[in-house]
């Protein structure tokens, strides 16, 4: 599995940045995938979760409920994250991954990620 993560940058508290990663490499339908962020001096954490086609469920961490969206496209192949309400503890490099035995299942596969700095 192949993931390319970009739409990364700096941006002002309050304010909104959309990512995207391009997936490639198995049968995109049935797989889980998530969006993780790495903050400076801390350990990598799962912000939001999409499960397969058919299942049409979403989990997001505490901390973003209510302010990030993610989605997916079957077409494009791609897993969005739209970030509203932007604050700086938002800082971090964020990646995308697949679970490719389904959501529920463990990651197994990530993507070099794209960094979001947000300023007070």
Known sequence: VQLQASGGGLVQAGGSLRLSCVVSGRPFS???LGWYRTAPGKERDLVAAISGDSHGTNWYANSVKGRF???RD???RTVDLQMDSLKPEDTAVYSCG???R???FP???WG???LVTVSS
């Open 102 to 104: 389904g959501l529920g």
């Open 107 to 109: 990651f197994d596969f």
């Open 98 to 100: 697949v679970a490719s």
């Open 30 to 32: 049935s797989l889980g």
């Open 112 to 114: 070099k990620g794209t």
């Open 74 to 76: 079957s077409v494009k």
């Open 69 to 71: 969206v993610i989605s």
